[in-house]
């Protein structure tokens, strides 16, 4: 029985210790700590596809619906992602592709309940210089990836609005939304 009086405090100390390095460290180290982290942050894992798709591997992920065989690979094209209002999700996006970046790449970005979807896509198709971002136009951003190559892996981590809707999320590559690498992020 003795022990444990030096026992509790000792764990106290590390628990206090840990939330408190956490929080500070929480945007430098998002990759440094993601290992230890992801196990408390749901990650959905999309693959961007040649058909200009998001699909997924793992249809049993949790809160996502899907459509459609995408290829003859048995992936299924992603079509919706629920969440709780301020919950905290991550987006994980692969490219598969043999292709060079300049012909294919893929991001995702996650666009306001207000944003004007066809019009933010024909600002990014112009936007090359800056990876397909239009920069008048970010205001209409709630969460975005780099552009990940074939091979390559991009990821972000946001906070889920707290007004319910169905947010809008593309890939603004050109050419890309068109095709239908599209979806939404359903919020309730
Ligand atoms: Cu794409």
């Known amino acids: 029985m003795r022990y444990l009086t030096y026992l509790i405090p000792l764990v106290l100390l590390f628990v206090t210790a840990c939330g408190g390095s956490e929080n500070q460290n929480q945007e430098r180290t998002d990759t440094q700590t993601a290992a230890n982290q992801s196990s408390d942050v749901r990650t959905i894992n999309i693959i961007g596809v040649n058909q200009m798709k998001y699909v997924v591997k793992d249809e049993n992920q949790q809160g996502i619906t899907t459509g459609t065989e995408v290829g ?5 094209e992603l079509e919706t992602i629920s969440a709780e209002p301020g919950e905290t999700i991550r987006i994980q996006l692969t490219t598969q592709s043999q292709m060079p970046a300049t012909s294919m790449a893929h991001n995702f970005i996650l ?7 066809d019009a933010f896509n024909s600002a990014a198709i112009k936007a090359k210089d800056n990876s397909y971002i239009p920069s008048d136009l970010t205001d209409q951003i709630i969460a975005q990836t780099d552009l990940a190559a074939g091979g390559e892996t991009v990821k972000v981590t946001f906070t889920v609005p707290e007004e319910t809707g169905d947010y809008p999320f593309i890939c603004s590559f050109p050419g890309h939304y068109a095709a239908g690498m599209e979806g939404t992020l359903n919020v309730e």
């Open 72 to 76: 003859s690979g048995g992936m299924l």
């Open 111 to 117: 666009l306001t309940l207000s944003a004007d979807v």
